[in-house]
């Protein structure tokens, strides 16, 4: 019977920068998932706080060539309703950064990272699915599809939204669903993007336009689902000016690229999020709607307190609580974020003329009052950031005054 120090359930992006980072941490990792052909087509937009990760992990050198950088960011109310929201805009270099982050193609993270995986010697890739899990104070054993067993000192649950080894540990979660869609596709234009990132608020939803090396860009459009169906059926080229006509033609002609995807929108938040010797990230953790950039940032925070707890550290063995330590200091982040996003969301979807009032009013404070804005952009692309950028700011103040 193997044992290792740390197993890894899923070999999704969350996963296999978990057994990654944990690997290059002196930990022995099992990387355990079934082989998988499926191809991603989507981007994730990476902030400021996750590149660095992944600089610190040694993997931005291969992913920099396929991404785009987000310079700018702005935000505009492209509803037909009585009151209007105004253009917000958000520049990177307005607090001290070239970029908020770079949009990744999918499939250029997993590229780098499964090469990365095979190469790194402290990892074993055991290409099986999870039979049943059994955790003690001890060590937990999981009974792989072969038949065979591993046990490990620590499980990190990362393999999606029905989690086995969530549930084999018997934390329970919320979900909730939305009646919208995500269409998800790249596109070329005409005109240059600017590394300008633009989101169209609308009646459905956002419809967010990120950009892409060259003269693309990738597009997440959140409508009914109907709607989704019918736009995924069009025509490329009436897909095309569908596309162009929502932009208000801001890159030029459009040329959707290769085959859009739909994705049904609905959120996941687990009960808690470590016990005893089991930490679950990624979306069995934690998922809602593409809005925001919050995804796979959030998994990454995960992924970087875990280092943090679990590197090995001469003979300090993994202890039996854990869980409940990573638990504890990831619950604030994972809380508010899930809850950020999913008011956000519904503000959109709400023809309630009070709701509506408050997100034009917050919208409004973010472009007149840029120090709020900036506070927000901070803590936007590193929770604490934005906090610690005004208390740096008033310790210099009374050092000059000295």
């Not at 120090?5 to 978990?18: D, P, R, T």
């Not at 949009?103 to 190469?119: E, F, H, K, M, Y």
């Not at 001890?138 to 620590?154: H, K, P, V």
């Not at 649950?157 to 018997?170: C, F, M, N, Q, Y």
């Amino acid at each position: 019977m193997q044992h290792f120090e740390i197993a890894v359930v899923g070999a999704g992006l969350a996963g296999s920068v978990a057994a990654l980072a944990l690997a290059r941490a002196g930990r022995k990792v099992a990387l355990i998932a079934p082989a998988s052909e499926k191809a991603d087509e989507r981007t994730t937009a990476l902030m400021d706080q996750s590149i660095r990760f992944l600089e610190r992990l040694g993997l931005w050198e291969d992913i920099a060539p396929s991404a785009a950088p987000l310079s700018i960011m702005q935000i505009i109310d492209g509803t037909k309703r009585l009151l209007r929201a105004p253009a917000a805009q958000f520049r990177a270099m307005d607090v001290g950064l070239y970029a908020f982050g770079y949009n990744i193609p999918n499939r250029a993270l997993s590229g780098t990272l499964d090469a990365a995986v095979s190469a790194e010697p402290n990892i074993i890739k055991l290409e099986h699915s999870v039979g049943t899990l059994d955790y003690n104070d001890e060590r937990a054993a999981i009974t792989l599809s072969d038949g065979s067993t591993i046990t490990a000192d620590f499980v990190i649950g990362a393999d999606g939204r029905k989690s086995k080894t969530r549930e084999a540990a018997g934390i329970g979660v919320r979900r909730w669903s939305y009646p919208q869609s995500a269409l998800v596709l790249n596109f070329a234009h005409t005109l240059p993007h600017g590394n300008v990132s633009t989101e169209f608020h609308t009646e459905t939803g956002p419809f967010t336009q990120v950009p892409l090396p060259g003269s693309r860009s990738s597009l997440v459009w959140v409508v009914k689902p109907q709607e989704a169906q019918r736009l995924v059926e069009l025509p490329a080229e009436e897909l095309s000016r569908a596309v162009e006509d929502r932009m208000q033609s801001m890159l030029g002609k459009v040329t959707v690229e290769g085959a859009p995807q739909v994705w049904p929108l609905s959120s996941l938040m687990a009960d808690r999020f470590g016990k005893g010797r089991l930490a679950v990230i990624g979306e069995a953790a934690h998922a809602f709607p593409p809005i925001g950039a919050q995804g796979l940032n959030l998994s990454l925070r995960d992924i970087i307190a875990l280092t943090e707890l679990l590197a090995a550290t001469g003979d300090r063995p993994i202890p039996a609580d854990a869980g409940e330590r990573f638990n504890r200091r990831r619950r604030p982040d994972v809380m508010s974020r899930t809850f950020g996003v999913d008011l956000l969301n519904r503000s959109l979807l709400s023809d309630f003329l009070p709701v509506q009032m408050l997100r034009a009013a917050g919208l409004h404070i973010l472009t007149s009052a840029p120090p709020l804005r900036n506070l927000l952009m901070r803590e936007g692309i590193e929770p604490g950031r934005g906090f610690r950028a005004v208390i740096d700011a008033l310790r210099l103040r009374n050092e000059v005054r000295r």
